[in-house]
């Protein structure tokens, strides 16, 4: 289906000629209270399948409303939180004392000495919901036009740079974070003159064609070498394309191969999150944690009858001091 959206208010539906091919379409939903307004793809196949329920979802959904000046101490290879902090009372802690701490907090668990422990701050300051929530029918209309998945257009723009145009260390930019090469291959023009990655659409339209001309065949062939079956709207397999698109296909394919092939798909992912090869490291294993994380969030705003949306930042403001 096409669907028509003018201004901040939902139009209609109209039938496309390829509709039959875009099994997602079912997935889009209209969300119509004070202050949400718009088309986003619906989350509530992510609670039903129990990915909101891992704790690695529920970790970095906390850390995600959790203000900047407080921190987790959280096990690495679990997420398990242990302690809620405030980050001044950690800072003020020396090397010696954090370590001291942090072997307390493997004995209490029975962990191995080598075991991580992570001390991660709050961003509530970088996810900012409310601003990058508009953006949301602007990029799942983008990416149907060009015969994407929008659901992917949904997860980049909520976690990659939510409703702000910065530059990473590494020089990806624009609301999809595109990097300078990626972007010209993509059709855009990068140069010291012009860089139509900060244009919202042609940023759009440069990742739904990266997506549909090498994430989503890099990630079918990975997976068929590897003895995965799959389906295109499978969670798990969306997550694994997010993932190809965050790390490369050869840092990807490169994890994978290290993993002992599976039983499943979500255990696959579930793996990846463990795993390091390559340049395939610790963000690249966070990257469909927040994915999952950002999805949960979105659903617990829209399926709210709040008055508007500040009454639900509230709710979840104290859900997080509460925590």
């Known amino acids: 289906m096409k669907l028509l959206f003018s201004s901040l208010l939902f139009v209609g539906f109209i039938m496309s000629s390829n509709a039959q091919s875009r ?4 997935e889009l939903s209209m969300v119509n209270q004070p202050e949400l307004y718009g088309i986003i793809v619906s989350t509530h196949k992510l609670v039903e399948d129990k990915w909101a329920e891992l704790p690695q979802t529920q970790f970095w959904a906390n850390i995600m409303r959790l ?69 949301l029918t602007k990029g799942i209309l983008a990416f149907e036009e060009n015969n994407v998945d929008p659901w992917y257009a949904q997860a980049i723009l909520l976690i990659e740079s939510p409703a702000q145009l910065k530059k990473s260390s590494a020089g990806a930019y624009g609301p999809f974070q595109l990097m300078p090469g990626v972007a010209r291959a993509q059709g855009l023009t990068v140069n010291r003159y012009t860089d139509e990655r900060s244009s919202f659409e042609r940023s759009a339209y440069a990742a739904s064609r990266l ?36 790390a490369g296909a050869g840092n990807v394919r490169a994890v994978v191969e290290k993993i002992s092939h599976t039983q499943s798909g979500e255990e696959l992912i579930r793996q990846m999150w463990q795993t390091k090869a390559a340049q395939f490291g610790n963000n690249s294993q966070n990257y469909s944690q927040l994915a999952l994380a950002a999805q949960y969030i979105i659903h617990e705003m829209t399926s709210k009858t709040c008055t508007n949306i500040f009454d639900c930042q509230e709710e979840e403001e104290v859900q997080a001091q509460a925590f």
């Open 23 to 26: 099994n997602w379409d079912e």
């Open 211 to 246: 997506i549909k001309t090498v994430c989503i065949p890099s990630a079918k062939q990975i997976l068929t070498e590897n003895n995965y079956t799959f389906n295109e709207n499978d969670w798990w397999f969306r997550l694994f394309v997010l993932h190809v698109y965050h």
């Open 67 to 135: 203000a900047p000046d407080s921190c987790l101490v959280n096990i690495a290879s679990s997420r398990t939180v242990i302690e809620k902090k405030a980050l001044r009372d950690w800072n003020r802690m020396n090397d010696f004392q954090k370590e001291a701490y942090k072997d307390s907090v493997r004995c209490a668990y029975n962990m191995d000495s080598t075991d991580k422990i992570y001390v991660t701050t709050g961003k509530k300051d970088f996810y900012r919901f409310k601003e990058v929530y508009p953006s």
